[in-house]
């Protein structure tokens, strides 16, 4: 029993021996990647041409799917020497000029002026409200969104032909029937409705 038990671990060792020099990876592909290059996207990944491909591991691959970019990685060995990378990256929803963020409120590090330019710009004071901020955002998306400005008291946004002040994105669902037929303008949302002031 104990010459099997030896027997096995010194093929093991051979095993992980062997694997560290064959087979090699020979061809990396990534797709799907927009903020990232092909090359961040390995370098997150830490899979490179010439690599050990028994060494490419779902543990050695997580520092992908921690980048805050990314939302979804697939990594595949195919057999003898091929990684292939698929990747879906989030994308930029909502800045402030110094932050910038994804639609489900991640922080998007490093996000370029080209990927920011166009993008609702959200600014206020008081305590800070992004995610009601973002909520609202995909509500009002439809409607060209320029700016959020929020205070304690509420979000004043900038819309296409529409400057809305509304208290919170909760007031704005229980009256939102209101809000698009009375679009245009200037409007407020109250606990009792929706206000249009006449100009």
Request: zero cysteines.
């Amino acid at each position: 029993m104990r010459r099997l038990l030896v027997a096995t671990l010194v093929a093991l060792g051979a095993a992980l021996v062997v694997s560290r020099f064959a087979p090699r990876v020979e061809h990396v592909t990534v797709a799907g990647q927009v903020h990232h290059d092909a090359a961040a996207i390995m370098r997150l990944a830490d899979v490179a041409v010439g690599d050990p491909f028994l060494w490419v591991t779902a543990g050695r691959v997580r520092g992908l799917a921690a980048d805050p970019w990314v939302l979804q990685a697939l990594v595949v060995r195919q057999w003898p020497d091929r990684v292939a990378i698929t990747v879906r990256e989030r994308f930029p929803a909502l800045t402030s000029g110094a932050t910038t963020w994804a639609d489900d409120g991640t922080v998007l590090v490093g996000a370029t002026p080209a990927e920011t330019a166009g993008l609702p710009l959200l600014e206020g004071w008081g305590p800070e409200r992004v995610t009601e901020a973002l909520a609202l955002l995909r509500l009002l998306r439809p409607f060209g969104v320029r700016v959020i400005s929020y205070s304690p008291e509420g979000f004043d946004i900038e819309l296409n032909g529409t400057r809305l002040f509304t208290p919170s994105a909760e007031a704005l669902r229980e009256h939102w029937s209101a809000f698009v037929s009375h679009r245009g303008g200037r409007m407020a949302v109250y606990p009792w409705g929706v206000s249009k002031a006449h100009e």
